[in-house]
T-cell receptor, first 113, second 106 residues
């Protein structure tokens, strides 16, 4: 059973471009969580999704950020018009049930030039 | 909003020592997670607990709901245990502690 997969592992964008980060949960997991870790800072929760639904987006910045988890395919975290402050490691985790142990992906390191 | 305090922030110990990392929080929770972040950045879930105690290999996690406190213990510590250990709470949303930077010297 493959673990949580994230791609790309490293992403470089120029200011104003769009960044799309993908997360494929573990097989059988329908709950996906996105986290951001800014340089020299701790993890921060962004959004929790269950298939086709956003359950909790209390940690998402109000503008430019969106997330989806379609019925088919990976979960996508989309950042529009990126700025330098968006440079961070973005981690995805999945679980089979809510409030269950979360399994983390390797992360996507976004660098905005 | 739930406040999470981890202690110590930094800990350096010798190989073989018994390690304790603490996590205190301010309001009721439904579950508490201990995470391990390796020097390369990868994150592993160690435990999820809502009561009592769990053990996995040399790692032991305990939680006292009444005192709003959890501890992560490492027995017979080894240099490969060197990592950042993060306490995370599930309550009204998810809240993370700042992490404990652990270095085990050979």
């Amino acid at each position: 059973n493959a673990g949580v997969m994230q791609n790309p592992r490293h992403l470089v964008r120029r200011r104003g471009q769009e960044a799309r980060l993908r997360c494929s949960p573990m097989k059988g997991h329908s709950h996906v969580y996105w986290y951001r870790q800014l340089p020299e800072e701790g993890l921060k929760f962004m959004v929790y999704l269950q298939k086709e639904n956003i359950i909790d987006e209390s940690g998402m910045p109000k503008e430019r950020f969106s997330a989806e988890f379609p019925k088919e395919g990976p979960s996508i975290l989309r950042i529009q018009q990126v700025v330098r402050g968006d440079s961070a490691a973005y981690f995805c985790a999945s679980s089979p049930h809510p409030m269950d142990t979360q399994y983390f992906g390797p992360g996507t390191r976004l660098t905005v030039l | 909003k739930n406040e999470v305090e981890q202690s110590p922030q930094n800990l350096t110990a010798q190989e073989g020592e018994f390690i304790t990392i603490n996590c205190s929080y301010s309001v009721g929770i439904s579950a508490l997670h201990w995470l391990q972040q390796h020097p390369g950045g990868g994150i592993v879930s160690l435990f999820m607990l809502s009561s009592g105690k769990k053990k996995h290999g040399r790692l032991i996690a305990t939680i006292n709901i009444q005192e709003k406190h959890s501890s992560l213990h490492i027995t017979a510590s080894h240099p490969r245990d060197s990592a950042v250990y993060i306490c995370s709470l599930s309550a009204d949303g998810l809240t993370f502690g700042k992490g404990t930077h652990l270095i085990i010297q050979p």
